[in-house]
């Protein structure tokens, strides 16, 4: 955890002490165990919240300003409250707007404010660094003015926060994972219904280990969006044989038997991976409960393979970092988790094997791309919180 105290002297040099102590929260950042690319398909997903995360100081002032600091990026502003709702170029201070800008629609009357935020998730990851802000930040204003919005709607906002004032067209499992996590247990979500069910983590001598590809990518710039408009397209060819909204509705069966519909090759993968990857977590959830962790590594690797042939959004980093992996003994599974392009692997290790792991994978990827690869021991956290 970070040194509180030490973060408060920080605020109070960026502010002033005016001897109102700022309220302190905690957001996580989070790993999708599997199911990727399902979300905004209205399909199942299995994150959990990691012991990462973002800390957010927060307290009013009396000078109708947004003020605006964080410890990651040299980039700080002051924004008058009429100025909130607009955008700031491409920076960071763009997440917590959004969400202001969604409070303000919700009927909040801004006030000045004095905001300080730090993170330890490495930025560029997909490890939702994004999510974090957006959900630290709405659930620390909804307690400062009393807005008694419940949890679920904190992540609802947050992500028509970074849909509308981003411009990304993500799906709810980022801020779902981030707002409703708990510690040493998955999440299995419904992102159609948002029914959810808080699945034991029971890793017996096996840990969750994520390597960073160090290849930088930004979401909004990859073909993040381009994948969202090709699965639309899917469900306009099959919506000739079937009434559908979303890939998700779709059975794996269904599929095959409908995939005829859909002309494009292209196009076609892109359902096949929605709909073989939904039934994956199914099959995961299943093997969770029955403490199966070998046949949930397995379905990890499948997942990647999907990703990888099928999706197409791994690229060389994450193909060697998964590969690398796999021939490691003691790894059940491994496979890229967010949205690709770059970011993050996530493997399952068993204990007495990480250092060996870290050592053979980051001497061969760096051997293979140049690249230096950094190794996280996930912990499985709390979702968003206050820090009394």
């Not at 490890?127 to 620390?140: G, P």
Request: hydrophobic letters at 40%; glycine letters at 8%; proline letters at 3%.
């Amino acid at each position: 955890m970070m040194d509180i105290q030490k973060l408060t002297k920080i605020f109070f040099e960026h502010f002033g002490d005016t001897g109102i102590q700022p309220m302190i929260y905690f957001a996580p950042g989070r790993v999708n165990l599997i199911g990727e690319h399902t979300d905004y398909n209205k399909g199942y997903v299995l994150p959990c919240a990691l012991t990462y995360g973002t800390y957010l100081l927060i307290r009013k002032n009396k000078e109708d300003v947004i003020k605006l600091a964080s410890q990651n990026f040299d980039f700080k502003t002051n924004i008058p409250i009429a100025g909130i709702n607009e955008k700031q170029g491409s920076e960071w201070v763009n997440y917590p707007l959004g969400v202001i800008d969604q409070l303000v629609q919700r009927g909040l009357k801004p006030e000045g404010l004095d905001m300080l935020y730090y993170g330890n998730i490495p930025n560029g990851a997909g490890l939702s660094s994004s999510a974090s802000i957006e959900v630290v930040t709405a659930q620390a204003i909804n307690v400062l003015f009393n807005l008694r919005i419940g949890k679920v709607d904190i992540v609802k906002l947050s992500q028509k926060a970074e849909n509308e004032f981003i411009g990304v067209n993500c799906g709810i499992m980022d801020q779902f994972a981030v707002g409703m996590g708990k510690p040493d247990h998955a999440i299995f979500l419904d992102c159609r219904t948002l029914e959810f069910e808080l699945v034991p983590l029971e890793l017996q001598e096996y840990r969750i280990v994520v390597a960073n590809t160090n290849k930088q990518r930004g979401l909004a710039d990859s073909k993040y969006n381009e994948r969202v408009a090709e699965c639309t397209e899917a469900v306009k060819y099959l919506n000739k044989a079937k009434s559908l909204q979303t890939l998700g509705e779709l059975t794996y069966q269904e599929f095959v038997d409908l995939k005829h519909h859909i002309p494009d090759i292209v196009t076609r993968k892109r359902a096949k991976h929605v709909v073989s990857e939904n039934q994956r977590v199914l099959d995961a959830v299943t093997a969770l409960k029955r403490k199966n962790l070998r046949l949930f590594g397995k379905l990890m690797n499948a997942s990647h393979n999907s990703l990888r042939y099928d999706y197409e959004v791994t690229g060389l980093e994450l193909d060697t970092l998964t590969e690398l992996a796999r021939g490691i003994e003691g790894v059940l599974g491994s496979r890229m988790t967010g949205a690709g392009f770059g970011g993050c692997t996530v493997s399952l290790v068993r204990e007495d094997c990480i250092n060996a792991f870290k050592e053979n994978v980051g001497k061969r990827y760096h051997e293979i791309t140049g690249l230096d690869a950094e190794f996280y021991i996930s912990e499985i956290g709390d979702g968003v919180h206050r820090i009394e």
